[in-house]
């Protein structure tokens, strides 16, 4: 893989960033965009957006990368110490190694601290900590922005593009609020995971921060949030984000600081600070069903009607909308979600979660809030636990003939 000297031009109102890929036998052209008030931010004195995203890519294909412009050398160091290695075992491949005609420091001596708005429940997290009055100056937030870098799926670009307009429209009201300033930065970094058999959950990290590297030159901080507490972290092929302990840390450069924040708060833990903000009822959006593709063909309804930020059913919302009923808060968000789909689903995704909590991470801590504070987990549930099992399908059928409940009205 060949990455050529990055070069910015106009494209009507915006300004982008981009470079020439040579990938096996073909070119492509890789870009990061924003809009014009933000364009003297983007970098074309280096390579680092582009290597750093593409790193996943040219591992999964076991192709060496030649970087045909300068690279931070802090970044080449970690790069070829840290993150060849990691991948290479993470693929199941054979590690790679990373060139590049010069990796001298430049620095842009950038004062941004900025992190990511999603609008859920890490993000938030996040966002609250560092806007809060203890929170020490030099890691206080100055902007937030929104990457169009596979957080919003894997769709077509036009899609992409769309599903990221309609959150920034959410988001922008959101940052109006906390007084921040908002932008996005959008990209065609997604369009290189289907052909090389890649998903988000493999991917997410790298082509995230690759779009934050774009726009280096106004950073001295970015702050990554955490998906799971780093006492979890593991070598998960499904997931790379349980690994984020390991690699986000060192993705930075000698202009960014990348900070791993909430780096040991569990999911619930966070769930619960944010839930004490009376902006998270009315900004709260956690839901999946625009994001995956399968949830757009079962919930196409929602998504034409959509009357409450939240589908209520997917995976996401069944796990917030349980969390914030087990603490007691969550007759504040009936706005918010899709209530009649939750409690329509509610008692099956309890024995669920209650069953899945020896080996899922987030199962388990609801199921240990449950414990201490007195929530009722239905028999079948503790009985699927004890046997470690849920799959069964005699003991599925047992319960839909004898257990289960009639549906929420």
């Not at 080449?76 to 054979?94: C, S």
């Not at 799971?228 to 790379?240: E, K």
């Not at 504070?373 to 549930?381: K, L, S, T």
Request: aromatic content about 10%.
């Amino acid at each position: 893989m060949i990455i050529h000297k990055p070069y910015i031009y106009r494209t009507d109102s915006k300004l982008r960033l981009e470079s020439e890929i040579e990938i096996g036998q073909s070119m492509d052209k890789i870009w990061f965009e924003v809009e014009e008030a933000y364009g003297s931010f983007l970098c074309d004195d280096s390579a680092d957006a582009f290597l750093l995203a593409l790193l996943p890519v040219a591992a999964m294909r076991e192709e060496d990368i030649c970087v045909h412009a300068n690279v931070s050398p802090k970044l080449l160091f970690h790069a070829n110490h840290t993150h060849t290695p990691f991948l290479a075992t993470f693929f199941e491949k054979k590690a790679i190694q990373i060139h590049a005609d010069h990796s001298e420091v430049i620095l842009y001596h950038g004062s941004a601290v900025m992190t990511a708005c999603s609008l859920g429940v890490d993000s938030l997290s996040t966002i609250y900590q560092h806007i809060s009055p203890d929170c020490l100056p030099q890691y206080r937030l100055t902007h937030l922005t929104l990457c169009n870098s596979s957080q919003l799926g894997c769709s077509e670009q036009e899609s992409l593009e769309k599903a990221l307009e309609e959150f920034s429209g959410r988001i922008s009201l959101f940052a109006d609020e906390v007084k921040l300033p908002f932008f996005t930065i959008n990209s065609n970094i997604t369009s290189l995971m289907v052909d090389n058999h890649l998903n988000p959950r493999m991917v997410f990290p790298y082509f995230t921060m690759g779009s934050i590297l774009s726009v280096q030159k106004m950073l001295s901080k970015y702050l990554f949030s955490s998906s799971y507490s780093a006492d979890h972290t593991a070598l998960d092929r499904r997931d790379i984000s349980h690994s984020e302990a390991i690699i986000v840390p060192l993705m930075g450069n000698e202009n960014v600081e990348i900070v791993l924040s909430d780096s040991f708060v569990k999911r619930i833990d966070k769930t619960l600070n944010v839930s004490k903000n009376p902006l998270t009822p009315k900004y709260l959006d956690v839901c999946w069903s625009v994001q995956s593709s399968n949830l757009k063909k079962r919930n196409r309804s929602f998504i034409k009607n959509k009357k409450n930020r939240n589908c209520g059913w997917c995976g996401k919302c069944k796990r917030v909308l349980l969390t914030l009923e087990v603490l007691g808060c969550l007759s504040d968000y009936k706005e918010a979600f899709d209530m009649d789909k939750y409690y329509a689903h509610r008692k099956d995704y309890i024995i669920d979660t209650v069953a899945k909590s020896r080996h899922d991470i987030y199962c388990r801590e609801i199921y240990d809030l449950m414990k201490s504070n007195g929530f009722h987990i239905p028999m079948y549930g503790k009985i699927c636990r004890i046997l470690d099992v849920y799959n069964s399908k005699i003991i599925k059928f047992w319960y839909k003939v004898f257990v289960k409940p009639k549906k929420h009205s």
